[in-house]
T-cell receptor
Framework: AQKITQTQPGMFVQEKEAVTLDCTYD???????LFWYKQPSSGEMIFLIY??????QNATEGRYSLNFQKARKSANLVISASQLGDSAMYFC?????????????FGPGTRLSVLP | NAGVTQTPKFQVLKTGQSMTLQCAQD?????MSWYRQDPGMGLRLIHY???????DQGEVPNGYNVSRSTTEDFPLRLLSAAPSQTSVYFC????????????FGPGTRLTVT
């Protein structure tokens, strides 16, 4: 069975600083995808970044990067130059490639607060 | 292109009542899913569909039914509402392939009294 662990229920960061949100996963599959979503207080789920298990380079999307360490089964999200608008819940999710239609597994989330 | 739409946005039910949460997508995605979100628990999969006429159960299916008669629509039915079903419900859709993210609807906040 797949499982996502996010050990930081809440995090604080000063505006303009970088922050790392932790995500570890458990799967016996060799091929899988890892995703990060942002959920602001308005409630919508916003896709941020994707990393495939066979991707050799860490994924980057603007100020977001994914620190992927396959041997450690971790997929930490790094947000550079934090902004007040980054305050939100962040969810790490995984999908096994063989079951990619429906089997997204989500972690419990980390609430990030950016301080002015 | 509206993406994934859900109605209603808010709903209050009495215990024992039934209702249907509507979900539609206009991206021609094969896969659609229903999740519930409860505090501290992330999103949990209720039911999903991999195409018209094909549905299956997720992690927490009890008390819910689904059907998929068209590619676009994937309604979720609460058969006899219970206070434990008070939650925020999200519908999502995605294309086939492991690299494709799910697109989410805006959610429905349901309260059962």
């Amino acid at each position: 069975a797949q499982k996502i662990t996010q050990t930081q229920p809440g995090m604080f960061v000063q505006e303009k600083e970088a922050v790392t949100l932790d995500c570890t996963y458990d799967t016996s599959d060799q091929s899988y995808g890892l995703f990060w979503y942002k959920q602001p207080s308005s409630g919508e789920m916003i896709f941020l970044i994707y990393q495939g298990s066979y991707d050799e380079q860490n994924a980057t999307e603007g100020r977001y990067s994914l620190n992927f360490q396959k041997a450690r089964k971790s997929a930490n999200l790094v947000i550079s130059a934090s902004q007040l608008g980054d305050s939100a819940m962040y969810f790490c999710a995984m999908r096994a490639a063989w079951n990619y239609g429906q089997n997204f597994v989500f972690g419990p989330g980390t609430r990030l607060s950016v301080l002015p | 292109n509206a993406g994934v739409t859900q109605t209603p946005k808010f709903q209050v039910l009495k215990t024992g009542q039934s209702m249907t949460l509507q979900c539609a997508q206009d991206m021609n995605h094969e896969y659609m899913s229903w999740y519930r979100q409860d505090p501290g628990m992330g999103l949990r999969l209720i039911h999903y569909s991999v195409g018209a006429g094909i549905t299956d159960q997720g992690e927490v299916p009890n008390g819910y039914n689904v059907s998929r008669s068209t590619t676009e629509d994937f309604p979720l039915r609460l058969l006899s509402a219970a206070p434990s079903q008070t939650s925020v419900y999200f519908c999502a859709s995605n294309s086939a392939g492991p690299s494709y993210e799910q697109y989410f609807g805006p959610g429905t906040r349901l309260t059962v009294t």
